[in-house]
C-alpha cells in the first residue's frame, strides 16, 4: 500500500504565529498553537519560515518548543540542507502560511479549514461530534489555573 507523501508547510512566526512585536515576541495569535499542534498529529512537517536569524531565530524556536512545537527544519528545506549561494533561498514547502499573504493572514480557524475541508459540512450535529472534548471539567480545569498562579 502506498503511504501519503507527509504535507510540508512553511510557517511565518512574527504576525503569524505570534503577534508582531519583532525584536521582541508577540502573545500567541488565537488557535495558533493548537492549529500546529493538530496538524503536526496529522503527520504534517512543519518548517519555521521567519526573517528572524541568530539569538532572535533561537528564542523564537525555543518558544514553540516550550508551546508543545517541534519544526521538521527551521529556515531550510529540510534539517541538512546547509545554504550556499548555489541553492535557492525560497523553501521548498506543499503550504506558505504568512501574514504577508495577498488578503492578509486568515487566522488559524480559516487555516484549518481550509486545509481539512473534509471535517466540515453544512450539518452543524456533524460538525459538532467532531469537537475535541476535554476530559478535565471546568472547575478542574479553573482550580489547575489557580494552582498555577500560585505556585509562579
Known amino acids: 500500500m502506498h503511504k ?3 504535507m510540508k508547510i512553511a510557517v511565518d512566526f512574527d504576525g503569524t504565529i505570534v503577534e508582531h512585536e519583532y525584536p521582541e515576541i508577540g502573545k500567541p495569535k488565537l488557535f495558533a498553537f ?3 499542534k493538530a496538524l503536526q ?19 523564537a524556536v525555543d518558544y514553540c518548543r516550550k508551546q508543545g512545537i517541534e519544526f521538521y527544519a527551521v529556515n531550510k528545506s529540510y534539517p541538512e540542507e546547509v545554504y550556499d549561494h548555489t541553492i535557492s533561498r525560497k523553501i521548498d514547502a506543499d503550504v ?7 488578503g492578509g ?3 488559524w480557524s480559516a487555516i484549518w ?9 453544512d450539518d452543524i450535529k456533524k460538525q459538532m461530534k467532531r469537537i475535541p472534548v476535554s476530559k478535565r471539567t471546568f472547575w478542574q480545569r479553573l482550580n489547575r489555573f ?5 505556585n509562579v
Request: aromatic content about 12%.
Open 34 to 36: 493548537e492549529t500546529l
Open 41 to 59: 498529529d496529522q503527520g504534517a512537517l512543519l518548517v519555521l519560515w521567519t526573517y528572524r536569524s541568530g539569538k532572535e531565530l533561537d528564542e
Open 146 to 150: 489557580f494552582i498555577s498562579k500560585i
Open 96 to 102: 506558505f502560511i504568512d501574514d504577508r499573504n495577498v
Open 105 to 107: 493572514f486568515l487566522g
Open 113 to 121: 479549514q481550509m486545509l481539512n475541508p473534509e471535517l466540515f459540512t
Open 4 to 6: 501519503p507523501k507527509a
